[in-house]
C-alpha cells in the first residue's frame, strides 16, 4: 500500500522532475541529453547474458567503486560489467576511467514502468548499489525476479537515518527485500537493523575508499605537476578541494591573509560541480588576486589562484600539494572524501560537518592527520601554522598516511559476500 502511494506519487512529480533537469541544463547542457535512459529505453548490444549491474549514483560512488570494478572485471571475464549513475558528472568519469570496457547508462527513474523496460532489456545476475542509493520500486522489481540486491560499502548518516524513519512503512519492507547489506562501520550496521536489514543479511567491512592504490604513473604526474606549479622558488601550494557554495568566499577570505605571511603561496580551488565554475572564478576575479584556469592551459608562474575547472585531475591536485582544504565541510553537507588526501599524505582542513565520512573523520582527527576549522580565521591560521612548522606539517602528513594504510583491506572483505550472489 505504502510503496503503491509512493508510486503514484512519483508519477505525479515526474514532469517537475524534467522541469527540474532543463532548468540544471541552463548550467551544465549534458542535462538535457539521454532523457530515454531515464525511463528504461537502454541500448543493448547482442542481448547481453550475465551482466554484473553496478549503480553509484554520482561522482563520489562512482571513484569509491573503481577498485571494486576493476576486481568484478579481472575476476569474472565473462560477464559484462554495467554501471549506472544520475548524473551528467558521474557519467563523465565513468566513461574516462573505463572507456569502453564496461557498458554505461542513467539509471531509471524508480517507476515501475520504467524499472521493468530496463530489466528487461539489461536482465542482470546481481545488482550492487554503491552506499545508500535504496529505491523501492527497482528493489522490489529485483527481488520479483530472483535478481540479488547487496548494498555495497553501506553508510547511514543519522540524519539519513532519521529521515528513513520518518517513511518507516515504506522503507522497512524495502530493506527486508535487500540481499546482502555491507555496511563500512558498526553505527552504519545498527541503523541498517533499526530500519529492516535482518542481522543475517549483514555484515560489517569497513570502508573500501581506504582500499586506494597509487599507482606509479599517476605519483609520477603528480611530481611533475608540483614541480610545474612551485616554479623556481619552490612556491607553497594549497589546495581547496570539492568546494561548496558558501565556502568559496571563506576560503578566499583566508587566502588573503595567508598571502600577508606567504607572499608566493598558489591556492588551487576545485568547485565540487562543473556548473559552478564560472561563479567561482567571478568570485576569484573579485579580489585583487590574480586568477587562470586550469583549462586554458594557462601558467601558473605568475598567478595567486588557479580554478581547477576540468575533470577528473582532483587525485592528482591531491598529490602536488602541501596542505588541502575538503569541501563539503564549512557548509551542512557532510564533507567529501577526505581518504584521497590521507593516501597522499597530505595534511587535511575541513569544516565542521564531516557526517558523510563521520569514522574515517574520527580516526584522522585522533591520529592528528585531520583538523577541523569552522571559519576563514581558523582555517588561514591553520594553513599558515602548516607552513610554517615543517615538523607539525610532517607529523600530521605522516599521521593521515598511517590511518589511511591501517584501515585497507574492505575491498576484499566486500568481494567475498559478492561472490555467493555471482
Avoid at 127 to 132: A, D, G, P, S, W
Avoid at 243 to 262: M, S
Avoid at 348 to 363: D, E, Y
Wanted: charged residues 20%.
Amino acid at each position: 500500500m505504502f510503496r503503491a502511494l509512493y508510486t503514484v506519487i512519483f508519477y505525479l512529480i515526474v514532469p517537475l522532475i524534467l522541469l527540474r533537469l532543463l532548468w540544471r541544463a541552463l548550467k551544465s547542457p549534458d542535462y538535457a541529453k539521454r532523457w530515454l535512459e531515464r525511463f528504461g529505453f537502454v541500448r543493448v548490444a547482442n542481448q547481453p547474458q550475465n551482466v554484473i549491474w553496478v549503480h553509484a549514483v554520482s561522482v563520489g560512488e562512482t571513484l569509491a567503486a573503481v577498485p571494486l570494478i576493476n576486481n568484478l572485471k579481472h575476476s569474472y571475464p565473462g560477464h559484462r560489467i554495467l554501471i549506472t549513475c544520475m548524473t551528467p558528472t558521474g557519467s563523465d568519469q565513468v566513461r574516462r576511467i573505463f572507456s569502453n570496457t564496461v557498458d554505461h547508462c542513467y539509471v531509471p527513474y524508480d517507476i515501475p514502468d520504467a524499472v521493468t523496460r530496463f530489466l528487461k532489456r539489461i536482465r542482470p545476475q546481481i545488482l550492487v548499489i554503491m552506499e545508500t542509493e535504496l529505491w523501492p520500486n527497482t528493489i522490489a522489481a529485483c527481488r520479483a525476479r530472483g535478481i540479488p540486491v547487496v548494498l555495497a560499502n553501506g553508510r547511514l548518516s543519522e540524519k539519513s537515518f532519521q529521515a528513513y524513519r520518518r517513511v518507516k512503512y515504506l522503507v522497512h519492507p524495502m530493506m527486508n527485500q535487500i540481499s546482502f547489506v555491507v555496511a563500512q562501520y558498526k553505527q552504519d550496521a545498527d541503523r541498517f537493523l533499526k530500519l529492516g536489514v535482518a542481522e543475517s543479511a549483514l555484515s560489517i567491512s569497513g570502508n573500501i575508499k581506504f582500499d586506494l592504490t597509487l599507482d606509479e604513473s599517476t605519483r609520477m604526474r603528480a611530481e611533475e605537476l608540483s614541480t610545474v606549479w612551485r616554479g623556481v622558488n619552490q612556491r607553497p601550494i594549497l589546495l581547496a578541494a570539492s568546494t561548496h557554495k558558501g565556502e568559496d568566499q571563506i576560503i578566499l577570505t583566508a587566502f588573503q591573509k595567508i598571502k600577508d605571511v606567504f607572499e608566493s603561496a598558489l591556492l588551487v580551488i576545485v568547485p565540487r560541480h562543473p556548473e559552478r565554475f564560472d561563479e567561482v572564478a567571478a568570485l576569484c576575479n573579485d579580489t585583487n588576486l590574480t586568477l587562470v584556469r586550469r583549462s586554458q592551459g594557462t601558467s601558473v608562474t605568475d598567478a595567486d589562484i588557479l580554478l581547477g575547472d576540468t575533470m577528473g585531475e582532483l587525485m592528482l591536485f591531491f598529490g602536488a600539494c602541501d596542505v588541502t582544504f575538503v569541501g563539503g565541510s564549512l557548509v551542512p553537507t557532510g564533507g567529501h572524501n577526505i581518504i584521497e588526501p590521507a593516501a597522499w599524505g597530505v595534511p587535511i582542513l575541513t569544516g565542521p560537518h564531516l557526517f558523510n565520512f563521520a569514522q574515517a573523520s574520527a580516526l584522522l582527527i585522533k591520529s592528528g592527520g585531520l583538523m577541523v576549522c569552522d571559519d576563514s580565521n581558523s582555517l588561514a591560521r591553520q594553513f599558515t601554522r602548516l607552513l610554517q612548522d615543517h615538523t607539525s606539517r610532517r607529523y600530521a602528513s605522516d599521521a593521515a598516511r598511517r590511518v589511511a594504510e591501517s584501515n585497507r583491506g574492505a575491498l576484499s572483505r566486500l568481494l567475498n559476500i559478492i561472490k555467493r550472489f555471482i
